[in-house]
């Protein structure tokens, strides 16, 4: 949506979005002192597209704003955008098309109207109350986000998740979103004594044992079982 309205039909390129995470990538990657082509912590990454040589300054904008992620009209945060060093290709493919899986979300569930013309009526100044029917109309039948697990924590059961950070699909943010609150709720020592939750720089939307980087499922078992029995 950013892209077909800041830069048109012609979008954003897909090596153009390549080489802007590419330098993110380059200027955040030793932010924790080790150099391995990750990036550690993606919300401690400022790096601004404007930086990049071949990007105009329209295509920096637009990267930047994706980075970003949505905002209401108050500058609020209405979701996370893709972490920076995050490929570009599964929400943009081409870049300058939308997910078949999203259009058909907005299609045939959010609008339910098969002629729905995405590129012609959906703005960046008006994607909130977008998102607010998204969410009046499914909250009661998708809401899978509750922060009450009071009958997790008397069943002495523990909660294990992990997210990996560079998930083009699903990005981070929901999960910090959700940690966050959670804390909010039982407070941080209390929220830790029956659930963690892991982030892995590098991995994207797949089992970490089968993504280029990351750590193997067994590591993963093997933390939740020292976890659990100690």
């Known amino acids: 949506m950013v892209v077909n309205q800041l830069l048109g039909s012609a979008g954003l390129p897909e090596e153009k979005s390549d080489a802007a995470n590419a330098a993110a990538v380059a200027a955040c990657d030793g932010d924790d002192g080790v150099v391995d082509r990750t990036i550690a912590e993606p919300r401690r990454c ?72 995405w590129r012609a009526k959906l703005t960046m100044a008006n994607f909130e109350e977008a998102v607010e029917l998204s969410y009046r109309k499914f909250r009661d039948s998708a809401a899978t986000d509750s922060t009450d697990l009071s009958r997790v924590q008397r069943s002495g059961a523990k909660v294990i998740f992990y997210h990996g950070t560079n998930d083009p699909l699903i990005v981070p943010f929901g999960s910090y979103n959700y940690q966050q609150r959670l804390f909010d709720r039982y407070g941080v020592k209390r929220t830790r004594s029956f659930v963690r939750t892991f982030y892995f720089p590098g991995v994207a939307h797949t089992d970490p044992a089968l993504a280029g980087n990351g750590p193997a499922r067994e590591q993963v078992l093997d933390a939740l079982q020292a976890w659990v029995e100690r």
Request: glycine content about 12%.
């Open 46 to 117: 400022q790096f601004d597209a404007s930086k990049v040589d071949g990007l105009s300054a329209a295509e920096a904008k637009a990267v930047n704003l994706i980075w970003d992620g949505p905002r209401n009209r108050r500058g609020g945060r209405l979701w996370g955008g893709i972490t920076r060093g995050t490929s570009f290709h599964t929400l943009l493919p081409g870049g300058n098309a939308m997910s078949p899986m999203i259009e058909t979300y907005l299609r045939y569930w959010l609008y339910q109207d098969a002629a729905f013309d």
